[in-house]
Structures are given as structure tokens and as C-alpha cells.
T-cell receptor
Framework: AQSVAQPEDQVNVAEGNPLTVKCTYS??????LFWYVQYPNRGLQFLLK??????LVKGSYGFEAEFNKSQTSFHLKKPSALVSDSALYFC???????????????FGTGTRLQVTL | NAGVTQTPKFQVLKTGQSMTLQCAQD?????MSWYRQDPGMGLRLIHY???????DQGEVPNGYNVSRSTTEDFPLRLLSAAPSQTSVYFC?????????????FGQGTRLTVV
């Protein structure tokens, strides 16, 4: 079964500093990896995805993520955090579907990012 | 485009009552799914569908039914609500079952069962 681990419930960063939100995954075969962000009382918004190719993926709002196959990780990064980045961040994984089935999206438990002045 | 629309946004039910959470998408997506979000547990898959007439169970299907009569709609039914079903429910859709496309989420339905 596929799974995602986000080891930090909360990450605290000062505005202007770099941020990293960690994610590791487990899946059979090559993974499709995603990051989503959730602002209070809102649905999830797609940030970026890794499908294949370059291990460094760039996404919305200046975020990027680095895929590391040997460490089965897909950490979310941003060079300079903003107070407006404060939100709940989810990592998710999909594996390739088996014949006759669909490829389900499995989420981590989420990491709350708090950016302060 | 409206994207994924969920109704209602808020609902309070008494134990044993039934209700249907509505989900509609206007992007002609094959794949639709329902998740529940609980504190500290992330999003857990309840049911999903890969196309009209095809549904399957996810991680936590007990107490919920779904049907998919059209591409656009994927309602979630609670037949006899229980306090354990108090949660925030999200509907999502994506373009293909192959896995390499991102999912689009509705705004959520906050359900309280008393």
C-alpha cells in the first residue's frame, strides 16, 4: 500500500528566511508526487507536482520541491518565506494503477507552516 | 468555469438522520473522489469513481454510499449519521485515471452530527 509521511506537525519560520516542509513516501514503482496548500476554511489548492524528469520542480507562489528517489523524499522549499505563506501544506502520492483499477491519491497528515515577522 | 462545487457548505445533523452531500464538476473529469479531513489525520479517501456508472471504495467507506450517474455529479450519501462522521468533507476531480494529473478540490462541507 502506498503512504506518505510528513514528520513535522508545524514548521515555524521568520519572514525572509528559507523554508522547508518535509515529505517522504512509499509506493510501488515510480511515483507521481504532489503538494497542495490549504488556507483556513478553504479547499486544497494545487502547488506543484513531480511526474518525471528534472528532480527540482517549480510551482506556484515561488515554491519548489526536490524529488530524491534514493531517499524517497519530496521536500517542499521556498527561498524566502512570506507571512502570507502561512497555511496547511499536504504532500500526496499516486502510484501507477494496476490493470482495471484507478490510481488513488494518498495524502500525508499535513504540516502547518507559520511564518512570522 | 466553476470547477468543483460542493453543497451545502455547513450542515448539522442529528444522530440517525440521513443526508446527501452534493458534488458537481464542470471540467469533464473522469475521476472523482470524496475525502474526509479530520485533525491530525490528513485527508482519507472515502469513495471514488473512474467514470459514470463505476464506483469503488476507498480507505474509510463504512457508513457512506455513492453513485455516479453522470460525468458531472458524484453525490455522497450518509444513510444514518453518527457522531463519528463529524468532519469536513471534500470532493475532488481530476482529468484521467492514469495518475499524472492534479486533482481539483471543492470548498468543503463542514458536517456536525449531534
Amino acid at each position: 500500500a502506498q503512504s506518505v509521511a510528513q514528520p513535522e506537525d508545524q514548521v515555524n519560520v521568520a519572514e525572509g528566511n528559507p523554508l522547508t516542509v518535509k515529505c517522504t513516501y512509499s509506493v510501488s514503482g515510480n511515483p507521481y508526487l504532489f503538494w497542495y496548500v490549504q488556507y483556513p476554511n478553504r479547499g486544497l489548492q494545487f502547488l506543484l507536482k513531480y511526474i518525471t524528469g528534472d528532480n527540482l520542480v517549480k510551482g506556484s507562489y515561488g515554491f519548489e520541491a526536490e524529488f530524491n528517489k534514493s531517499q524517497t523524499s519530496f521536500h517542499l522549499k521556498k527561498p524566502s518565506a512570506l507571512v502570507s505563506d502561512s497555511a496547511l501544506y499536504f504532500c500526496a502520492v499516486r502510484g501507477l494503477p494496476h490493470a482495471g483499477t484507478a490510481s488513488k491519491l494518498t495524502f500525508g497528515t499535513g504540516t502547518r507552516l507559520q511564518v512570522t515577522l | 468555469n466553476a470547477g468543483v462545487t460542493q453543497t451545502p457548505k455547513f450542515q448539522v445533523l442529528k444522530t440517525g438522520q440521513s443526508m446527501t452531500l452534493q458534488c458537481a464538476q464542470d471540467m469533464n473529469h473522469e475521476y472523482m473522489s470524496w475525502y474526509r479531513q479530520d485533525p491530525g489525520m490528513g485527508l482519507r479517501l472515502i469513495h471514488y469513481s473512474v467514470g459514470a456508472g463505476i464506483t469503488d471504495q476507498g480507505e474509510v467507506p463504512n457508513g457512506y454510499n455513492v453513485s455516479r450517474s453522470t460525468t458531472e455529479d458524484f453525490p455522497l450519501r450518509l444513510l444514518s449519521a453518527a457522531p463519528s462522521q463529524t468532519s469536513v468533507y471534500f470532493c475532488a476531480s481530476s482529468r484521467a485515471r492514469g495518475g499524472n494529473t492534479e486533482a481539483f478540490f471543492g470548498q468543503g462541507t463542514r458536517l456536525t452530527v449531534v
